[in-house]
Antibody
């Protein structure tokens, strides 16, 4: 059974940093591209970042560039999101999701981890 | 970058057909696949349509997708809508550089 379990969310002050993790199981992690998607409270989905299966290709949403860093450790079946210079508008549930094999959709999602940026 | 615009909400009676639109602001809607996700309250999204009009296994045939180049838009069509279909629906596409974009979401109410 495919499972994606996010962790690392919490309360952080504006300007602070946080590192999210996503533990993957039930599939061959190093075969798949992975994504982070976030959802502010009561708002819609916003794409955050993606990383190819080998880590060679990385992309970011415009509002995250220069502040967020996506990475992965295929030996540990884990995906990460390092978030720096956090702002109140970064408050959201952050989902880890798997891109389907050879298709541009996200076929499995984690349950999400809440990040709250507030003083 | 482009924007995907969806109606904020739609409502329909059980058994009817409902259509949710998704209009791309720039670039051709036909140049990159469109996906649709369903999200129920408190849950992560799930795919109901991918690659414009394909259904993942387990998604009822009542769900279909289409593309209209003349209006540069995609549509999610739910026929015989049920109260269980009440949810938020998001369209998604991307540009050639793998920059992904989600629509703002549409709240479906089945009265």
């Amino acid at each position: 059974e495919v499972q994606l379990v996010e962790s690392g969310g919490g309360l952080v002050k504006p300007g602070g940093s946080l590192r999210l993790s996503c533990a993957a199981s039930g599939f061959t992690f190093n075969f798949y591209n992975m994504h982070w998607v976030r959802q502010a409270p009561g708002k819609g989905l916003e794409w955050v970042s993606s990383i190819s299966n080998t880590g060679s290709y990385i992309y970011y949403g415009d509002s995250m560039k220069g502040r967020f860093t996506i990475s992965r450790d295929n030996a540990k079946n884990s995906l990460y999101l390092q978030m720096n210079s956090l702002r109140a508008e970064d408050t959201a549930v952050y989902y880890c999701a798997r891109r389907a094999d050879d298709s541009p959709h996200l076929d499995y999602w984690g349950q999400g981890t809440l990040v709250t940026v507030s003083s | 970058n482009f924007v995907l615009t969806q109606p904020h909400s739609v409502s329909e009676s059980p058994g009817k057909t409902v259509t949710i639109s998704c209009t791309r602001s720039s670039g051709s809607i036909a140049s990159d696949y469109v996906q649709w996700y369903q999200q129920r309250p408190g849950s992560a999204p799930t795919t109901v349509i991918y690659e414009d009009n394909k259904r993942p296994s387990g998604v009822p045939g009542r769900f279909s997708g289409s593309i209209d180049s003349s209006s540069n838009s995609a549509s999610l069509i739910i026929s015989g809508v049920k109260t269980d279909d009440e949810a938020d629906y998001y369209c998604h596409s991307y540009d050639g550089s793998d920059h992904w974009v989600f629509g703002g979401g549409t709240r479906l109410t089945v009265l």
